[in-house]
């Protein structure tokens, strides 16, 4: 188990090539106009998970980046170096349902932003 405290980053496209598994993303601070992780769900598809205040699940061996910010912005990440490899399956997970969720196992599609 690993945990990373950031400040101000926003990195270019990469994948974590050390990652057993998905990692948990969290993001807090006064910034504006961004700051989430786009996630490459598909060579045409790139998700944004909003970290802001919520905790968010990515694998992080699909590529994904911080989208540009204004402000200060601190994020926490939890990942998992070693142990047993977690098979890849979605870039990007649904976040826990509300309590008063009431569909029955509907597959859950991120809302798709398009990186021009």
Not at 17 to 41: K, M, R
Not at 48 to 61: A, C, S
Not at 81 to 86: D, H, L, M, R
């Amino acid at each position: 188990m690993l945990h990373l405290l950031q400040l101000h980053t926003v990195g270019s496209p990469h994948i974590d090539t050390l990652n057993v598994g998905p990692f948990y993303g969290l993001s807090l601070g006064e910034f504006n106009g961004g700051g989430s992780i786009a996630v490459e769900c598909s060579p045409f598809l790139v998700a944004e998970v909003d970290t802001r205040g919520r905790l968010g699940k990515v694998d992080g061996r699909f590529p994904h980046w911080v989208t540009p910010y204004e402000g200060t912005r601190y994020s926490l990440i939890y990942y998992v170096t070693s142990g047993n490899v977690e098979q890849q399956t979605t870039a990007v997970f649904a976040p826990p349902p509300s309590p008063n969720h009431t569909e029955k196992s509907a597959p859950w599609i991120p809302p798709p932003t398009y990186v021009p």
